[in-house]
Nanobody, 122 residues
């Protein structure tokens, strides 16, 4: 499985960005997909995750992004998205997408994308 993340950039506080993660593999629709972020000097954290069923299934959000970020997936396009609204300077980080091809956990992942930088200016 190969994951290609895109959509990062520089945005002012209060602005929006949409990250995309395109995945290879015929069984993408079976994968749990997640978005992580890592800021300088901080541990990597799980931001959002979505199970295989997409809008009809389970989603997870970190408390810090609830109500501002939305994860979604388009299984026909093998793509998962992270819509980020009302961005704050503390959202600045490298964002990674990840895939869990082995089970239904939203915390365990075996494939990782290359990361895309998100910078929010105050």
């Amino acid at each position: 499985v190969q994951l290609q993340a895109s959509g990062g950039g520089l945005v002012q506080a209060g602005g929006s960005l949409r990250l995309s993660c395109a995945a290879s593999g015929r069984t993408f629709r079976r994968y749990v997909m997640g978005w992580f972020r890592q800021a300088p000097g901080k541990k990597r954290e799980l931001v959002a995750a979505i199970d295989w069923n997409g809008s009809g299934g389970y989603t997870y959000y970190a408390d810090s992004v609830k109500g501002r970020f939305t994860i979604s997936r388009d299984n026909a396009k093998n793509t998962v998205y992270l819509q980020m609204n009302s961005l704050k300077p503390e959202d600045t980080a490298v964002y990674y997408c990840a895939a869990n091809s082995e089970n239904y956990s939203v915390y365990d992942y075996d494939y990782w994308g290359q990361g895309t930088q998100v910078t929010v200016s105050s």
